[in-house]
């Protein structure tokens, strides 16, 4: 999930925008339900910090019993040529590194809003 529209419509082009998805969380929290979101492949593109710290501040504003998750894109299966089609390239990135400084950040993110939650490291 990201609130970027750029890179939300390109990712996901027939699905109700995070906006509303983030609306339907608040509704279903509100009536008592459990709710959770993954975040979930995060890219290694310009501006990820801010898009999960703009992410994590809106969940934390509208629904904060929400429980949040998230891991990087991998590089198993056919990942990379599906991204690659889309025009986004990261053939020359660290995953490893990547992955090491995206669960640091998405630790001090849970921690700052006060989110219950995981990051899930690549193994």
């Known amino acids: 999930m990201t609130l970027k529209p750029t890179l939300y419509r390109l990712l996901e082009p ?3 925008s995070p906006y509303a998805r983030l609306r339907l969380l608040k509704e ?3 009536l008592g339900l459990k709710v959770g979101v993954i975040i979930a492949p995060i890219f290694p593109i310009e ?6 710290e703009m992410l994590f501040k809106e969940l934390a504003t509208t629904i904060p ?4 998750y998230g891991e990087i894109l991998h590089r198993r299966g056919s ?10 390239s ?3 990135i660290d995953l490893k590194d990547f992955d090491r400084q995206v669960g640091s950040h998405f630790e001090a993110l849970l921690s ?10 690549e193994q």
């Open 28 to 30: 279903a929290s509100s």
């Open 112 to 121: 700052k809003y006060n989110l219950e939650g995981r990051y899930w490291y």
């Open 47 to 52: 501006g990820w910090r801010e898009d999960l």
């Open 14 to 16: 027939r699905v109700p």
């Open 90 to 92: 990261i053939s020359d």
């Open 79 to 88: 990942n990379l040529r599906y991204i690659k089609e889309l025009g986004i």
């Open 65 to 68: 019993n929400i429980t949040v």
